[in-house]
């Protein structure tokens, strides 16, 4: 148990510096956030119109009300978590990569209805988007993280089982 605390928290410090560093942001995290708003406007228009992205931003095109993806409403910091959690497990690395994938599929999920709803609160009810945007949906993507933690630990096979894997 130590032995994984000392990497989660060690390899949670080198992802969350290396994010932050000019180069990352402009070529992986900055890109991504706005492929993330162009997936949720596009998701968006599918049953309102009147919606426009441009880069980072998605906004009205009647009201002019707009939200703006920032740096901690991406899921990326979400996703560092996870993963220095994962990776610091012990368990094979095929199951790693299975847990990143579900993880990363489940975060993002969840982070696409988060920026949706969050959209449609500050355009009917700016009062509740801040309070949903600082208190509900911050703590329930870490929380999806966790839990996805948590199941993926709950499906790696035991010592035994792994064992007779090889094996066989």
């Known amino acids: 148990m130590l032995r994984f605390l000392v990497w989660f928290l060690v390899l949670l410090t080198a992802l969350f510096t290396l994010e932050m560093l000019a180069p990352v942001q402009r070529t992986l995290i900055l890109p991504w956030t706005a492929l993330l708003a162009d ?44 993963l220095a959690a994962i990776a610091a497990f012990p368990a094979p690395w095929r199951y790693k990569l299975q847990g990143l994938l579900a993880g990363f599929l489940a975060i993002q999920a969840l982070n696409l209805a988060r920026i949706i709803s969050l959209y449609y609160l500050g355009l009917w009810h700016p009062v509740l988007f801040e309070w949903a945007h600082l208190y509900i949906w911050q703590a329930l993507i870490m929380l999806d993280a966790l839990i996805v933690f948590l199941v993926w630990v709950r499906f790696i096979p035991g010592p035994a089982t792994t064992a007779a894997a090889h094996a066989g």
């Open 39 to 82: 997936l949720c406007g596009w998701l968006m228009q599918l049953f309102d119109d009147q919606i426009a992205v441009t880069g980072k931003v998605i906004r009205s095109t009647t009201s002019g009300f707009g939200v703006s993806i920032e740096p901690g409403c991406n899921g990326v910091e979400a996703m560092i978590v996870l």
